[in-house]
C-alpha cells in the first residue's frame, strides 16, 4: 500500500518534471516567433552624399550595410528595412553565425549563402518590394527583409 503511494508520487513528480521541461522547450521555440522588432531604418543616412538633403530619395544606388549575427537562434537584426533599390549589403558574423546558422537563406530573392569568415559579404539590389522571410536551411532565425 505505502509502495504505490510512493510510486504514485515518483510518477506525479517526474510528469510535473516533463512538463516544466516542455514547457522550457516550447519557450525557447515561441520565443524566437516573436522577434524584437528591431528595424534598421533606412534614413536618409551619410551615404547619400549627392546634396540632396531633407529629401530622402528614392534609394536607388544608395549602399545600405548590416551586420547579421544570430543571438541564441534569433538574428540580430531580426528585420532588415530598406528602400526599393537599394543594393544591399550583409555581412554575416561567422562567429555566430555557425552550425546550421552558417546558411542565409532569403526566400523571393533566391539567395542562400553560406557564411565563412573568408566569405561572408551577401549584397543585392532590393528590386522586389514586400517582406521575404529570412533563415537558415531548416527555417531557424526568423528574419525579414521588408523592401518598400
Ligand atoms: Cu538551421
Known amino acids: 500500500m505505502e509502495n504505490r503511494i510512493?510510486?504514485?508520487?515518483?510518477?506525479i513528480i517526474g510528469v510535473a518534471g516533463l512538463m516544466v521541461y516542455a514547457g522550457?522547450?516550447?519557450?525557447l521555440v515561441s520565443g524566437s516567433e516573436?522577434?524584437?522588432p528591431v528595424v534598421q531604418t533606412p534614413g536618409p543616412g551619410p551615404l547619400s552624399s549627392s546634396?540632396?538633403?531633407?529629401s530622402p530619395g528614392t534609394g536607388t544606388g544608395a549602399v545600405q550595410?548590416?551586420?547579421?549575427?544570430s543571438i541564441n537562434g534569433q538574428y540580430d537584426p531580426a528585420v532588415i528595412t530598406v528602400k526599393?533599390?537599394?543594393?544591399?549589403?550583409?555581412?554575416?558574423?561567422?562567429?555566430?553565425?555557425s552550425g546550421c546558422m552558417e546558411v542565409v537563406n532569403i526566400q523571393g530573392y533566391g539567395?542562400?549563402?553560406?557564411?565563412?569568415?573568408?566569405?561572408n559579404v551577401i549584397e543585392f539590389t532590393a528590386d522586389k518590394t514586400?517582406?521575404?522571410?529570412?533563415?537558415?536551411?531548416?527555417?531557424?532565425g526568423n528574419g525579414k527583409l521588408v523592401v518598400g
Request: net charge neutral; aromatic share 6%.
Open 130 to 140: 514586400g517582406t521575404f522571410p529570412m533563415s537558415c536551411d531548416m527555417g531557424i
Open 65 to 69: 550595410t548590416f551586420t547579421l549575427k
Open 34 to 36: 516573436n522577434p524584437a
Open 6 to 11: 510512493v510510486l504514485a508520487i515518483v510518477i
Open 111 to 119: 539567395i542562400s549563402k553560406q557564411i565563412t569568415s573568408a566569405d
Open 84 to 97: 526599393q533599390g537599394t543594393t544591399v549589403r550583409i555581412e554575416g558574423d561567422p562567429k555566430t553565425l
Open 24 to 27: 522550457h522547450f516550447s519557450t
Open 51 to 54: 546634396g540632396s538633403a531633407g
